[in-house]
């Protein structure tokens, strides 16, 4: 049995057996990983803060044949700050959300790491809307993955316009009425918000706009995926 540790975060557990959780990180190094986490959920048990959701620290795992065991956490951080707040934990979970659905076993997943740990810090600083830290998630996100929205011309046409109004998660971005008939209105503060972000500038538009900003975001990312992360749920309750 080789043992291994890894820098990780927990995307999602699962109760196994009576006092077991199946658990799955990303770690920057491998991508998904999923442990068993044996006698977890035992009053008694050591490790149980690495079975919590969020939390982000070192995994010490025994690996036999590809299949990891956890037998040791040291604990870097559990984003105590955001886990009494309704909101930021439903937007951090949608995060989460997006991770798993994205990372892969055996992939070094860097960058995917990188904004889920830093998303999970701007949530507890504070500093910064919780709706506008999604935003900045969620086109971070896109790009990582290859679905970033066209925001500098018509997505269908191509034609450079500074006055778009539409929007199409189909055709993959800002568009002209008469190039897709069916696409969504969008504000002009909305517009701008996307484009601050694809900017990397401050953004600067009402958490109204931002909030709205995101949930076209959340609609584009759902069509560019085909299909939906569970948390969406929670946050058409917002």
Same mark, same amino acid.
């Given at each position: ?8 975060? +927990? !995307? #999602? ?34 490790? #149980?803060?690495? /079975? ?17 065991? !956890?037998?040791?956490? %040291? ?32 992939? @070094?997943? $860097?960058? !995917? ?37 066209? !925001? =500098? ?9 500074? %006055? ?16 897709? @008939?069916?696409?969504?209105? +969008?504000?002009?503060?909305? +517009? $701008?918000?996307? %484009? ?10 009402? =958490?109204?706009?931002? %909030? /709205? ?5 959340? /609609? ?7 299909? /939906? ?10």
């Amino acid at each position: 049995m080789i043992s291994s540790e890894t820098e990780g975060i +927990v !995307l #999602h557990r699962a109760e196994y057996r009576e006092a077991d959780r199946m658990l799955t990180i990303i770690s920057p190094e491998t991508g998904r990983v999923d442990i068993l986490a044996r006698g977890i959920r035992k009053p008694t048990a050591k490790l #149980h803060a690495a /079975s919590e959701l969020f939390t982000r620290g070192i995994f010490q795992l025994a690996d036999s044949g590809g299949r990891f065991t !956890l037998t040791g956490f %040291q604990l870097i951080d559990a984003y105590t700050q955001m886990r009494g707040d309704y909101t930021k934990l439903s937007l951090a979970s949608y995060a989460l959300g997006l991770t798993a659905a994205a990372a892969q076993e055996n992939l @070094p997943a $860097h960058n !995917l790491y990188e904004i889920l740990r830093l998303s999970l810090e701007e949530f507890c600083a504070g500093e910064s809307g919780a709706f506008k830290t999604s935003l900045l998630h969620a086109m971070r996100f896109a790009a990582i993955e290859g679905i970033f929205p066209t !925001l =500098d011309k018509c997505c269908v046409c191509g034609e450079p316009d500074e %006055q778009l109004s539409r929007f199409s998660a189909q055709e993959g971005g800002l568009c002209h009425k008469s190039c897709a @008939p069916y696409s969504t209105a +969008v504000s002009c503060g909305i +517009v $701008h918000a996307l %484009q601050e972000c694809a900017n990397s500038e401050p953004l600067t538009e009402e =958490d109204g706009v931002i %909030q /709205s900003a995101f949930k076209l975001m959340r /609609s584009y990312i759902r069509e560019q995926l085909g299909f /939906s992360v569970k948390a969406e749920k929670a946050l058409d309750q917002l």
